[in-house]
């Protein structure tokens, strides 16, 4: 791996520097099929790129004018010119790009965009440990909503988020406001309704990346893929027949 020593712009999505209290929060990275890219501990990544210079070059000079607030871990990247799958929703409908996640046991990232809207889940040998949904379906206001957490707790976990650029469910964890079960069930909600979402769209584009994340194992739950993806065509099936 190339000297991973150079400086890095921070990251856009929670603010991290390249150093912090816990080390190293920004490194190089390869794909598995030999490419490079920029990534932040929070799961942000930048553009992947042929060589490590020039992903290097891509994350310090990017547009990050659309940046996510503190509150999003989980980024949305642009169109990237190695991925290795991409197509759109009315030739290959999401709970198929879902089935050949899991058969193939892809672990990446996979974005979906309709209009404005975009969203991601992500993949650890075909299972999703992972989502980034709407506004709604945020971690800390879905654990408002189910009474886990109060809205000063909610502001307070913000505020560290923002400082320490850990992410939504660590903080939790870390400030005794949930458990490790509570976080996974939140996690889960997350996942399920993010899924249930995209099963609803009839256009758009995805595309899947290769390219590693870390993730606090303490948040990660065994979801069934497959499971997921009929419950999403039941409720589907409901809202057609309401």
Request: proline share 2%; with cysteine; charged share 25%.
């Amino acid at each position: 791996m190339p000297d991973q020593t150079k400086n890095f712009r921070s990251c856009p999505y929670c603010g991290s520097d390249e150093h912090g209290d816990e080390g190293m929060r920004l490194r190089l990275t390869s794909t598995s099929n030999g490419y490079f890219a920029v990534i932040c501990f929070c799961g942000a990544a930048g553009p992947i790129r042929a060589s490590a210079e020039k992903a290097i070059e891509a994350w310090n000079t990017r547009d990050y004018s659309d940046g996510y607030s503190a509150q999003h871990s989980l980024s949305v990247l642009p169109a990237s010119e190695s991925a290795s799958l991409m197509g759109n929703l009315q030739s290959f409908e999401f709970p198929m790009v879902l089935q050949f996640m899991v058969s193939t046991n892809k672990t990446g990232v996979l974005y979906l965009r309709q209009g404005n809207e975009a969203r991601a889940l992500y993949f650890r040998d075909g299972k999703i440990i992972a989502a980034n949904g709407n506004e709604g379906l945020r971690l800390g206001q879905i654990g408002c909503v189910k009474g886990l957490i109060s809205q000063i707790q909610l502001q307070e976990a913000l505020v560290k988020v923002k400082k320490t650029g850990r992410r939504m469910g660590a903080v939790l964890l870390d400030l005794h406001y949930i458990n490790e079960d509570e976080l996974k069930e939140l996690i889960r909600h997350q996942i399920q309704e993010t899924v249930i979402e995209l099963s609803i769209w009839d256009e758009g584009d995805f595309e899947f990346q290769d390219h590693p994340i870390e993730f606090d194992e303490r948040g990660i739950e065994n979801i069934n893929t497959m499971r997921m993806i009929l419950e999403a065509a039941v409720r589907r099936d409901e809202w057609a027949n309401a």
